[in-house]
């Protein structure tokens, strides 16, 4: 058993109120596979994944990852983030370098961060600096640099939701051919369903208020997946189906909200 969340409950303080984010959560993820967790706004999905991160304690249960509880973060998760948080006076090697600096000499460093830059179709611009790059190119330098922790968990909390649409479909290309080569375990959170559609081998989707586990869909696809059209328009519409319930939920409480002021 490689990544075992068992029995994950979170609640948070309100104006006063305890609200719980996250209700018996749990779920086995095995090594190497590209799990999404799919649903709306409020549902925790950034809350469960900052809980794996360990940057978040869970109220109630644990994570495990190959036998060992999770209390804080470690080397073995990397995190990238929806804004890329790159160091705007360091140049893009040494951003990538940067978390390396205390776990290897300057010359292996320098020979990882060749190594993933090349990955990630960067290594001409080693020597720019953030300013200088499109948002797209400043999210694969954040995904270069998670990656040249060397984690055995990639987690990804909706890196792609700020980008224009023809800029996520490259980097959708782009990170399926980084999760190919490398065999990481990826756990990415999305509001996309063609998103987790074309990137998942399962997709997670939650419902909210508090955040459940409404179904975990295995995507018996071939990849690459643009060459099963109807199949991946059977899932969507089962998806969707699943959300059309908990997104009535969200306006609904959204209207009440702004009819009680």
Known sequence: MFLHISNIQKSFKNHGKVEQ??????????????????????CGK????????????PSEGSVYLNGQ???????????????AALFPWLTVEENV??????????????????KYLKLVQL?????????????????????ARALAMNPRVLLMDEPFGALDEQTRMRLHLELETIWLETKKTILFVTHSI??????????????THPGVILADIQLKIERP??????????????????LKAEIDKVV???????ASY
Not at 194 to 207: F, K, N, P, W
Not at 252 to 258: C, F, K, L, S, T
Request: glycine share 8%; aromatic share 6%; net charge positive.
């Open 97 to 114: 370098i940067f978390p390396l600096r205390k776990e290897v000499k300057k010359k292996e460093a320098k020979e990882i961060a060749q």
């Open 225 to 242: 997946r643009d060459k099963h059209i109807h199949q991946l328009t059977m899932y969507e519409k089962t998806i969707m189906e699943l």
């Open 252 to 258: 609904d409480e959204g209207q009440r909200y702004a």
């Open 21 to 42: 984010v996250l209700k018996d959560i749990d779920l086995h993820v095995n090594e190497g596979e590209f799990v999404s967790f799919l649903g709306p706004s409020g």
């Open 123 to 143: 290594s001409p611009y080693a020597n720019h600096f953030p300013h200088e790059l499109s948002g797209g190119m400043q999210q694969r330098v954040a995904i």
């Open 194 to 207: 063609q998103e987790a559609l074309t990137l998942s081998d399962r997709i997670i989707v939650m419902g």
């Open 69 to 83: 509880k999770i209390m804080k973060p470690g080397k073995d998760r990397g995190m990238v983030f929806q804004a």
């Open 46 to 57: 950034s809350t469960l994944l900052s809980i794996i991160a360990g940057l978040v304690k």
